[in-house]
């Protein structure tokens, strides 16, 4: 009996699996070797890497290579723990003072991934007889917070605050009422419109959550994200950032009042019972937010602007169509699964690694090659990639 149903188990997976590609919709991962860089080694050859988070091309700076060795050695390899059974460690409250600094809220708390942190605030704020009011291309971990909360979810148009206005009136209720929202829409690239939603939380007594995952440590003056190029960073109520991106390490946070703070650690689930994040990821964290804040950060978000418009530029004149934006997120609209997957295949042997994104990452029809420029690229590399692109967009039909 029990030969019979694993193999009737392994037959059902085998299906789903030959299902999964026959969509072409299959999945698997690529190897490359040595640091996250402009340039990476795959399978003995030197790519162009154009599909990494790394925007600032911070993941292999020496200041966070030196932090993260020294807590290693003061520190040890893990907190062991969570931080509610065995303690904070010094690092953590470091970190934590740091990042309420810089976003100028009273306090913040780390989580261990922008997905912990982004399925544990919203399953704490919001519960059964809530609502929740989250744009329609959040990002997924967005949706499964909301999914767990058990509160009632509202998906408004992507940045149309005009019908969420009409959404909020239509299902106002008693309890409470949370919009939740990118900053940087991650595979648009686009941003917000944080002035706006700032109106209508005010106006319906709601709170305001942020995921400025992609807009932390590029935007703003002093990179501090969405919310102060925009400048509502004291009306925005939970602003949620990400070390793994801009910032070249990993982890997430949430910029937040003592009380939600209090909130968060009595009721986050992804940080009551996840052990924390070691002292070499939490020392480079801190490391990072100092790069980030200083003129060598500003030389970078400003060539990191500069490269984006760059590359954005050359594709536009090549005759590609690109969603609006002005972020380092240039996606180029391919259409359909296949299409998307023979052009990030022939783009890796022609030397550049930008990967293809389908569903249910994006709505069917809308697959695209996920452009993402650094600021360590150079005007070299944007035009040679910029000039393969088009080669590979022409022999496909794309353009």
Known sequence: MVDLLGASLSTSIHEELEQIRRSGLYRSTRSISGKQAARVE???????????????????????????????????????????????MEPHELLEVEIARCKGTEVA??????????????????????????????????????????????????????????????????????????????????????RELVELKKAFHAYLMVDDAHGSGVLGEQGMGTTELLGVSDDVDINMGTFGKALGSFGAYAAVSVELRELLINRARSFIFSTSLPPSVLAASLAAIKVVCSDEGKCLRAQLRVNAEYL?????????????????IIPIMTGGAE?????????????????????????????????????????QDLEWAADRISVVGKRLGVI
């Not at 148009?157 to 929202?181: C, E, Q, W, Y």
Request: glycine fraction near 10%; aromatic fraction near 6%; charged fraction near 15%.
């Open 109 to 194: 708390l780390i989580f261990n991934s922008g997905y912990a942190a982004n399925t544990g605030i919203i399953a704490a704020l919001a519960g059964r007889g809530d609502v929740i009011f989250s744009d329609r291309l959040n990002h997924a971990s967005i949706i499964d917070g909301s999914l767990l909360s058990g509160a009632r979810l509202i998906r408004y148009p992507h940045n149309d605050h005009a019908a969420l206005f009409s959404l909020m009136k239509k299902h106002r209720g008693s309890g409470r009422a949370l919009i939740v929202t990118d900053g940087v829409f991650s595979m648009d690239g686009d941003i917000a419109p944080l």
């Open 339 to 379: 299409t998307t997957m023979r052009f990030s295949d022939l783009l890796l042997e022609e030397g550049i690694f930008a990967q293809g994104i389908r569903p249910p990452t994006v709505p069917a029809g809308l697959c695209r090659l996920r452009c993402t420029v650094m600021s360590t690229h150079s005007r």
């Open 42 to 88: 795959m399978n003995g050859r030197d790519m162009l890497l154009l599909c990494s988070n790394n925007y600032l091309g911070l993941a292999d700076h020496p200041a966070l290579i030196r932090a993260s060795i020294r807590a290693t050695e003061r520190y040890g390899t893990s907190s062991a723990a969570s931080r509610l059974v065995s303690g904070s």
């Open 312 to 328: 954005r530029s050359l594709l536009v004149q090549a005759g590609f169509t690109l969603p609006d934006g002005s972020t380092q």
